[in-house]
């Protein structure tokens, strides 16, 4: 067996780079047809490999998960934006994070805030007019920002600062897009890209700052958690640092919890701010993205618009959606887990091996830049018959179980998995069933083009005409 994996050409200065750059999804797609389950190529500065193979990505996620690190690329652009929050932490600060976290995504909070979710969605669709054409990415990219601000930050988000936070979105997004220049660049170079981003980084960071402010002392205030009695009683056992700190009915929403920590002196105001930031991304961007691509998707096949329509309307029909009804909403879930297939918001997991490692029969050097795609291993056609066709039914139980584990995994895996799958399961289901009971979407702009960044976007517009039922 040979010790170094197979993998294209590059050029001597940007190596396969420029390629990557011009169309991720096409190179890696091509890499792992050419060249099997383990690609190396070259980025930049780092050996890369890319990894296909589900056992050898459940061996990284799950596994051997404590061999593997998150990379430092050198880019400090990733650390001036996320810093040390959840999503980019490790070791004991990332263990002290997620447990402090994790009862702010206890399944039973999570559900209660169901008449949040509803609410906030009730009021968007308010200003929504039949005939009317909507950028639909732009719509539901609004509704959960608010969403995870109520739902997690225990506060209203003006429209004032949402349209911010969106507009901040196309710089800072610019910033992780491939660019095989951006290891000759460093961070502090003023280019026009990099000045934009730092811009954007402040203003973000100024609307969490605004949202802390109004949240001072109100931290033990029951009353700021959406998710009422039901979810404060999610709090651990007194005095295990998580919240549960000697008396009952204190708030469970993150915001509430992190001021908490802060308080006990366990938690700086810059660790804070990078964990609101975090959640404030992760949270609400990849959902957006899922929601877009599964109204895209619906739209071209009618058949399962009707099917997730009928289930919308009975799920509705007894008043506002709950996450009891949501759990009978068992063909929009095949449709959701079918579009997060096709275009999986988080279309690539990066990891750094802490010493040398042996995967799919190769070596692979400790501080080399591992690739697991969700994008190629989803639509591969060892997985999947016919891998680029819409059907929902490959999510029956029976086909389902003939998949290896990692065929799919658009929230990740093993320790390092996404701790808002439930919620963001829920909250797309719930605004499903108030969009589709009342409306179809038609979409009516180009053939879908992808751009990669930090997840995986449309490149342009996504105008869908408004249609009420
Ligand atoms: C469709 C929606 C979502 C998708 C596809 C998604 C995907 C992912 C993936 C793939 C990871 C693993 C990253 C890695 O291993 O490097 C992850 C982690 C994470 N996600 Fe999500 N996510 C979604 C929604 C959310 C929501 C709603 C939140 C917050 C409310 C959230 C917060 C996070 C955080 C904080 C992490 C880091 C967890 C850790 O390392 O302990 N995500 N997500």
């Known amino acids: 067996m040979s010790a170094t994996p197979p993998g294209p050409h590059g050029d001597p200065v940007f190596g396969n780079g420029r390629r990557y750059a011009s169309d991720p999804f096409s190179f890696m797609r091509a890499c792992a047809d050419s060249y099997g389950d383990v690609v190396r190529f070259d980025l930049g500065p780092r050996e890369t490999y890319l990894l296909t193979n589900p056992a050898d990505i ?17 880019d400090d652009a990733m650390d001036r934006l996320l810093g040390n929050g959840l999503l980019m932490s490790e070791g004991e600060t990332w263990q002290r994070q ?16 169901a008449g949040t979710m509803v609410d906030h969605t ?29 739902a997690m930050f225990g506060a209203d988000i003006t429209d004032e600062e ?10 800072l997004g610019a910033r992780f897009e491939p660019d095989p220049r951006r290891f000759l660049i460093p961070d502090w170079a003023p280019t026009r890209e990099n000045r934009e981003f730092a ?32 979810g404060v009683s999610v ?24 001021l908490r920590a802060r308080d006990r002196g366990e938690q700086t105001d810059e660790n804070l701010r990078d964990e609101l930031v975090t959640m404030l991304l992760a949270g609400h961007d990849t959902t957006a993205l899922a929601l877009t691509y599964t109204f895209y998707l619906l739209s071209n096949h009618p058949e399962a618009r009707e099917r997730v329509a009928s289930e919308a309307i009975e799920a509705t029909s007894g008043g506002p959606p709950t996450a009891t009804d949501a759990r009978e909403m068992r063909y929009t879930e095949r449709v959701l887990n079918e579009s997060m297939r096709l275009y999986p918001p988080v279309y690539t997991l990066f990891r750094e091996p802490k010493l040398d490692v042996k995967l799919g029969g190769y070596r692979i050097p400790e501080g080399s830049a591992l690739m697991c795609s969700q994008w190629v291993v989803h639509r591969s056609p060892r997985w999947y018959d016919d891998p680029d066709a819409f059907d929902p039914g490959r999510w029956k139980p029976e086909r389902r179980s003939q998949r290896p584990r990692f065929a799919y995994f658009p929230f990740g895996g093993g320790p390092r998995h ?9 909250e797309a289901k719930l605004i499903l069933a108030k969009v589709c009971s009342q409306y179809d979407l038609e979409y009516e702009g180009p053939d879908l083009s992808l751009r990669g960044s930090l997840t995986m976007h449309p490149d342009h517009p996504v105008p869908m005409r408004i249609h009420e039922r």
């Not at 949402?162 to 710089?171: A, D, H, I, M």
């Open 418 to 426: 996404c701790i808002g799958k439930s919620f963001s399961l829920l």
């Open 162 to 171: 949402v349209r911010t936070v969106q507009e901040k979105l196309e710089p």
């Open 235 to 258: 709090r651990g056992p007194a005095g295990d640092g998580q919240g549960g700190d000697g008396s009952d009915d204190l708030p469970m929403d993150l915001l509430s919890v992190l």
């Open 199 to 230: 811009a954007a980084v402040d203003t973000l960071e100024s609307v969490i700052d605004g949202i802390v402010e109004r949240r001072q002392g109100t931290q033990r205030d029951p009353s700021v958690d959406p998710a009422g009695p039901e």
């Open 98 to 113: 997620r447990k402090l976290a994790n009862p702010s995504f206890h399944n039973q909070r999570i559900g209660a805030l």
């Open 122 to 150: 009730e009021s968007q669709l308010a200003d929504w007019d039949d005939g009317e054409v909507v950028d639909i990415q732009l719509e539901v990219a609004r509704l959960t920002v608010k969403i995870i601000v109520s």
């Open 58 to 74: 459940e061996r990284v996620l799950v596994a051997d998960a404590e061999r593997y690190r998150k990379p430092q690329f050198g």
